[in-house]
Every structure is written in C-alpha cells, then in structure tokens.
C-alpha cells in the first residue's frame, strides 16, 4: 500500500447498487461502502430504477467510504472517478427531477421497435447490433407509448450523465458513456442525427460529451463540505462498467481479452481503430481514440445461479453449492451426451435473436442433476469460446491471455473449465470491485502521478492478479467434439423458437401489468 501520492475515489452504479472505493496509486484498495437499488418490474420484460437512486446511492456511497479514512488520507484524495450500469437511462426536467422512471439496459419491451428500426446498417453506424441493450430502441417505445414524456424531458442522459450533473451541475457525459445509448455515429464520436430521429429525440436533449479521462468539471463545493474533503476535487470523465473492468484487469492490447463471468458474461478486447462485424458490438473505449469490441451473453452466471435456485439446495436459495461443483466435477466432459443451448435471456453474439430460447439435449434416465448442472457451465462456456473465435478472426490478433472476474471465478470447476475449452491460459482479477477500479484508473491517470495521464500505462500499474492457470489440451480437444455438437442446435430450433413466441403471445401470462411508473 502507498503511504504517500495520490488517492482517488470511484464509483461504480450498477443494476443492484452503487459502491464506491477508496484507491492508491498501486491500485490498493483502502476502503469500501456500496448502497443497494431497487428493482422495479412494473409489467413482464420491464425493469426500471427510480433515477433519484443512483444519485442518492452514489451520495451516500461516498459519505461513507471517505469517513473511513483519516484526515491525512483525506487530504491525499485527487480526483473523482465514474462507471455505470451500461445503456440505461432517464428523462429529467430542468431541474434535474426525474419525468419518469428510467429504463435499464435488460428492459425488453421494444421488441417491436427493434425487428422495425434494427438493421446491419444501423449496426455498422452505431457499432450496436439490434437488440435489448441499446437505449434507442426503448426511446422509440416511449415514442410511440409516452410521447408526452419525451416532449417534457430537458434531458435524456445516460447513468453517468445524471451523477456527473449532481457533481459537477452541468450536463455532461463521457463520449464512452452516452456512446452506450446506441445513438452514436461512433467513428465520429458524436450524436447521429438519423439515430436521435429514430428516438425521437433531439441533440440538445442529449448531454454534452468530453472525451474518457478527461475533467468533466470540478466538484460543487456543497459536497466537499458535506463529504469532509480538504479541497476542491476534479470530476473525471468514464466509461461504462464493461469497458471499465476491462482497464482493472489491464486488457488494453489487443492480444488481451477481459473476460466477465457475471450474470451476463461479457469478453472484449481493445482496438484502434473502428470494425464492423455482425458477431460483436462496438464501444467507445475508455482510452481516448480506442474502441472496444465485444461479445456478450446474457445467460451467463444468471443461468447458473437460475438452477441452483430452481433445482439445487432449497436451504442454499441460490447461492454457490459446493457439494454440487464436486459432484459436476467427477462427470466427463460432454455429460455423457447431454449438451445445454443457454439461451434462457436470449441470444446475443453471435446470433442476436430476441427470441431464442434455451434447450437442453439428450436426457437419459442416468442423467443426474449434477450432469444438467455441469452441462449448462459447459454450454456458457462454449458460447465463449465460439465468441472469441470470431473476435479473433476479426482483430486478425491471436489472444494469449483471458483476464477473468466476476462471481463465476469463484468456482474452480469453471475456471478451469473455461481455459480447457478455449485452449487460452486464464489469469484471475483479483479484485472484485474491477469495474470500479477500471474508473479509478482513470482518475488516477488524470492526477500525472505516472510521470504522464496515459490511461493504459496507469491501467498496467494498477491492475492486481492472482494465479494463472493453464489448459489441459487433452480435454480441449473432447470439449471442441462436444463444442461442434451444440453449436448445431441453435440453427436447428431457430423456426421452433419463433412458432413458441407466436405461442406466448396468443397465450398470454396472466400477471396484471402495471401502468407506466411516474415520479
């Protein structure tokens, strides 16, 4: 731990909480304080926030991580860093008060406006794939739904855009952060106005941008007292959460994948310049001038958590079983013919079908649900490294390393699951809070403490690892047969997936659906 230089703050609003931490210049962190957001489904496939929470959370978040420190740490904290929930947001009046709640990125009511206004072509502008996540889509819902609440809005911002106002009091937002909302013609940087039309939205609804790493402005003096910090501090501009884990983990080559085993699991990797491929979304990245690349699954350690809550240990309501790891780990690779398509949320890449379905294989009376279990991890794991391949062949660069995180690190089994079925050696994050560090990377550049405010130098001075582990290539080469299978079944169901949807939509669930939520 450094006991001299610089500390920084970051923050990270997620979809669950906000936390914020307390960083050195070694990427230490000294001390923690997150705050829980609740989750509203006011209808099936709606999920909202109330916007007020991820200002509040992230006030109090603060509040409390800097009165863990003492006076002479006080006195050291340098600037102010920022990561956020990806591709949600909110309309806000003047004076900042929420118009509605906001919509997140997991929202899937825009079914409709995605199979109307998504296309290769919007793909390509944007560097977004039709899909759930884009904001753009949703704003088109409210377009047709609520007008009224975009003709009232001041603004529409992005997570980020909303808790830099709080800051700072101007609107404005990281080109790596409003770049999420899929509203950007992205090899400009900037506002497309043929996407902000789709929306229904104009350019002087929408934040002004500032490049990542960048001082958005300096903090209001009201939360300088009420935090207790000796000075005036700058705000620094971010980049969203994915983006941001993946300068914790230091993945800033292009030979260097971050590879996030949370609810969603998420893999990307750092390029100068801008491609289009139909496999993979495209961000702004959080160095200046870079994008990211990256594949995304939304079925990932949700679909194992989803098992052990539905079919696991009842007294474990969910969480992490070990007898369960230690039973799925005795069973061969391919679970004795059972193969898994986790398609539960969705496909994304490399299909990105709003409606796909999962499936599982070839049940035998001799199937346990350890084998089910073990088959699923299998099948995430699979999409993985079909995803990486296509990566790969765009970059045209051959991956050496994956910078793992996220809760599904903690299971040895996929661990050591995920290099046997890459055939890529794994490198394990240690720090939990990666996103947050990815936005203290920042922050901590910006100070020059590194003898410059290179993002990616301060990245590779920060970053923490753990052990590395190498894959077994005997089983690789079992797992690519099995691999080979399961990729067949998705083209195979594709029509059966469409005819069950047209299914459940004359066949409604008979949950009441609430009306649209107001503040």
């Known amino acids: 731990m450094a006991t001299e230089g610089p500390l920084v703050i970051a923050v990270d609003s997620s979809t669950t909480a906000t936390k914020a931490i307390v960083v050195d210049q070694s990427g230490q962190v000294l001390q923690t304080a997150k705050n829980t957001i609740q989750l509203h489904t006011p209808a099936m496939d709606f999920y909202e926030h109330n916007p007020v929470r991820w200002w509040e959370t992230t006030r109090d978040s603060i509040a409390q991580v800097v009165s863990k420190l003492s006076a002479k740490e006080k006195e050291r904290i340098a600037a102010i860093g920022i990561t956020h929930q990806r591709e949600s947001f909110a309309p806000f009046d003047k004076e900042g008060k929420p118009i509605r709640n906001g919509i997140l990125w997991l929202d899937a009511r825009a079914k409709k406006q995605i199979q109307k206004f998504g296309s290769d072509y919007i793909h390509d502008l944007s560097g977004k794939p039709p899909g759930e996540p884009p904001a753009i889509y949703k704003l088109a819902w409210l377009k047709e739904n609520e007008p009224e609440t975009l003709d009232k809005a001041y603004k529409i911002v992005d997570v980020h855009g909303y808790i830099a106002w709080n800051m700072t009091g101007e609107w404005l937002s990281s080109e790596a952060c409003a770049d999420t909302l899929g509203l950007f013609d992205i090899r400009k940087r900037d506002y497309s106005q043929e996407l902000l039309e789709i929306a229904g939205v104009r350019r002087d609804q929408m934040a002004d941008l500032v490049p990542p790493g960048e001082v958005l402005g300096m903090l209001k003096s009201e939360w300088v007292s009420q935090w207790g910090l000796s000075k005036n501090i700058p705000v620094i501009a971010g980049a969203g959460d994915g983006m941001a884990a993946g300068l914790g983990a230091a993945a800033v080559t292009p030979d260097i994948a971050y590879l996030n085993l949370g609810t969603a699991v998420v893999a990307g990797v750092q390029s100068p310049e801008y491609k289009y491929d139909p496999v993979y979304r495209c961000y702004v990245a959080g160095i200046p001038g870079n994008y990211i690349f990256e594949v995304v699954q939304h079925s990932g350690a949700y679909l194992a958590g989803w098992f052990r809550q539905a079919l696991g240990d009842p007294k474990l309501l969910g969480e992490p079983d070990i007898r369960l790891d230690e039973e799925a780990s005795k069973i061969p690779p391919g679970c004795e013919g059972l193969v898994t398509l986790p398609y539960w949320n969705a496909v994304q890449s490399p299909y990105w079908d709003a409606f796909a379905r999962g499936a599982v294989v070839g049940w035998r009376g001799t199937h346990s649900r350890a084998h089910m279990y073990r088959s699923i991890l299998e099948a995430i794991t699979f999409e993985v490294k079909m995803n990486l391949e296509f990566l790969q062949k765009s970059t045209q660069t051959k991956l050496k390393s994956l910078r793992i995180m996220g ?69 690789h080469e079992q797992y690519t047969e099995v691999g080979d299978i399961q990729k067949d079944i998705y083209p195979q169901l594709k029509d059966i997936f469409m005819r069950l949807n047209t299914l459940s939509e004359k066949y409604p669930s008979t949950r009441p659906e609430s009306p649209k939520t107001e503040l």
């Not at 290179?454 to 923490?464: E, H």
């Open 407 to 475: 809760g599904g690190t903690r299971s040895e089994l996929w661990r050591q699951m995920v290099t046997d079925i890459t055939g890529i050696p794994v490198t394990i994050c240690l720090e939990d809070e990666i996103s947050a560090l990815g936005a203290s990377v920042q922050a901590m550049a910006s100070t020059g403490v590194f003898g410059n405010t290179d993002i990616a130098y301060a990245s590779q001075q920060m970053a923490r690892f753990g052990e590395t582990i190498e894959p077994d290539m005997k089983k």
